[in-house]
């Protein structure tokens, strides 16, 4: 007579322990998940060189106190992912310039008071075959993000905002100073110069 209560209690248990411990799961927040950071929707910028390298200074040269690394979209490798995106070696077969995409500074700080503090500069170089800069252009995106005082200052969801911000400034500055400063390398997708490129 003794087994059958026993069971019995165990089940009662378990009807009151599982639902108390499947609850808690679900009361758990889940993974944020955070696009890729990419800029082929943009538009790509075809130079007339025959080749297109990407320096990034900014990790020769770190920022002391530099947290971007801990962004789900890391400054610098947004950056270059967007030179890879944007930026086209369409050099016919006589092109013999060479384009430096330059990544300068490349960080996220976070300051007294809880403020994070963003910036990026940026260069691209046109060099001729003896190596001598004959073109340049530049740009530069500087951003503050204050976060509510309830959440932590460097949350990916921050670092990813303020990457996020930095890339729409240095996105739109970069491409008006390309065109500015460096219309003479512009081609279409073709090779063939647009308005004075060089040919």
Avoid at 116 to 135: K, S, T, W
Wanted: glycine share 6%.
């Amino acid at each position: 007579m003794m087994p059958f209560p026993r069971m019995r209690l165990s089940h009662l248990v378990a009807a009151f322990v599982l639902p108390a411990a499947l609850a808690g799961c679900a009361d758990q927040p889940k993974p944020t998940r955070f696009a890729p950071l990419s800029y082929e929707y943009l538009g790509q910028i075809h130079l007339n060189v025959a080749t297109l390298d990407v320096v990034d200074n900014s990790v020769a040269n770190p920022e002391p106190g530099d947290i971007g690394y801990k962004s789900p979209s890391p400054p610098d490798h947004t950056l270059r992912q967007m030179a890879a995106d944007r930026l086209i070696a369409t050099g016919n077969a006589t092109a013999t310039s060479t384009a430096h995409f330059v990544i300068d500074r490349a960080f996220i700080l976070h300051q007294p008071g809880g403020t994070l503090d963003g910036q990026m500069d940026i260069h691209l170089d046109i060099l001729n075959p003896e190596g001598r800069r004959v073109a340049t252009a530049s740009a530069q995106a500087t951003q503050t993000l204050h976060p509510d005082p309830s959440q932590t200052v460097e949350s990916p969801a921050n670092l990813y905002e303020i990457t996020k911000a930095m890339m729409q400034t240095i996105n739109v500055e970069f491409e008006y100073q390309i065109r500015r400063s460096l219309n003479k390398w512009l081609v279409d997708a073709g090779g063939t110069p647009m308005n004075n490129a060089i040919q």
